[in-house]
């Protein structure tokens, strides 16, 4: 059974930093780009930033020089440092698995971030 385990959300200021994780299990990390998304209230699902192996991660224009993603393959884990959070951050971010060799992915259940002072 595949699994998507997202964590370290919450409540931070303005200015402030977070670190998403998201533990993957059921799969075979290495074979997966990794990514996360985000949808905020009333919006749809956007792409936050992606990585297919070890390359170089892509990012969205917003969270450019801000965000930094990264990949642990020896545990199964993708992190997303959140640096300099902006109120417009707020939102539920998702962690997504898409399978390289055939069309077939998967998502985590979201964990909420919230950007406030």
């Known amino acids: 059974q595949v699994q998507l385990v997202e964590s370290g959300g919450g409540l931070v200021q303005p200015g402030g930093s977070l670190r998403l994780s998201c533990a993957a299990s059921?799969?075979?990390?290495?074979?997966?780009?990794m990514s996360w998304y985000r949808q905020a209230p009333g919006k749809q699902r956007e792409l936050v930033a992606g990585?297919?192996?070890?390359?170089?991660?892509n990012y969205a224009d917003s969270v450019k020089g801000r965000f930094t993603l990264s990949r642990d393959n020896a545990k199964n884990t993708v992190y997303l440092q959140m640096d300099s959070l902006k109120p417009e951050d707020t939102a539920v971010y998702y962690c997504?698995?898409?399978?390289?060799?055939?069309?077939?992915?998967?998502w985590g259940q979201g964990t909420q971030v919230t950007v406030s002072s």
């Open positions: 059921g799969i075979t990390f290495s074979l997966y780009a």
């Open positions: 990585i297919i192996r070890g390359d170089s991660a």
């Open positions: 997504n698995a898409r399978y390289l060799i055939v069309p077939a992915e998967y």
